[in-house]
């Protein structure tokens, strides 16, 4: 691993589907791996994850400063920083509690009404973003 100045950043980028959310020097960036949440400094080990429903936290002196919602992705940390490829992203404050709460009630009538394997996985990835995005926007 390499050895990170005081005064490194780390370049952290995420990309959804529809836009670009971030591309900025940040001091850490904590991401929900699929295996558990994961931060990542300068000089951080090669990486690659794959991301679970939740949010990641962008720090910077001491603080987090921006929570970025993703619904799952992909994660890879490399010399050159951190990139997210999201399926679904949005800053934490834009997620409506009340939508999210439909859209789980629609996931868990999808899952009940599931006629196979593929439809009842698709159903249970909805239920768990809407899940996480619940738990996000603070209830």
Known sequence: MAQ????????????APERRLASEQVDM???????GDFGVLPGHSLLMSLLRPG????WEANQI???IFVGGGFAE???EGCTVLAEEAMAVEEIDPERARRRLSNAEDDLKEAKDDAERAQAEREVGI????????GG
């Open 77 to 79: 940390v490399n010399e």
């Open 29 to 35: 960036v904590v991401a929900p791996g699929a295996a």
């Open 130 to 137: 809407a899940e996480a995005q619940i738990q996000a926007a």
């Open 55 to 58: 949010v990641i936290e962008i």
């Open 4 to 15: 990170a100045s005081p005064s490194a950043k780390v370049q952290f980028e995420l990309v």
């Open 65 to 67: 400063t921006r929570r």
